[in-house]
């Protein structure tokens, strides 16, 4: 880690920080340089299963906000913004069942598509 912990952004703890790292967001000063949206899109492809509060908790957070501070015409908005965002984003990696059977050879192997 070579910058500030993405901990000390308020909303983000240690599981947050661990999985940004797997997407390649090793500190705080690169998070806000990437922004929540393009964070989020990073989590996703590297297999966090997407969830509402948490694309709207990274938001609150990097704005300095309560993650509970998101109401109203906000977080519609930002409602949108995540479907989209969910609908087009695939994995690069298998999760679930899939990687369980992956493991197993049940499955043919699947390469992830480049970024």
């Known amino acids: ?3 500030t912990p993405i901990t000390s952004i308020r909303n983000l703890g ?6 940004l790292h797997r ?8 998070l806000r340089n990437t ?3 393009e964070a989020y899109r990073r989590l996703l492809k590297t297999g966090t299963k997407p969830h509402f509060i948490g694309y709207y908790v990274l938001h609150m957070g990097l704005q300095g906000r309560p993650w509970n ?5 906000e977080k519609s908005d930002l409602r949108k913004q995540f479907d ?3 609908s087009e984003v695939k994995p690069n990696v298998l999760i679930g069942i899939e990687r369980e059977l992956d493991l ?3 499955i043919p192997r699947r390469r992830p598509k480049a970024p």
Not at 23 to 30: L, M, Q, R, V
Request: proline share 6%.
């Open 69 to 73: 501070d998101c109401k109203g015409k």
């Open 104 to 106: 197993i050879g049940v």
């Open 84 to 86: 989209a965002l969910k």
């Open 35 to 37: 922004g929540a949206h």
């Open 14 to 19: 240690p599981a947050v920080e661990q999985a």
């Open 1 to 3: 880690m070579t910058g």
């Open 23 to 30: 997407a390649g967001i090793p500190d705080a000063e690169t």
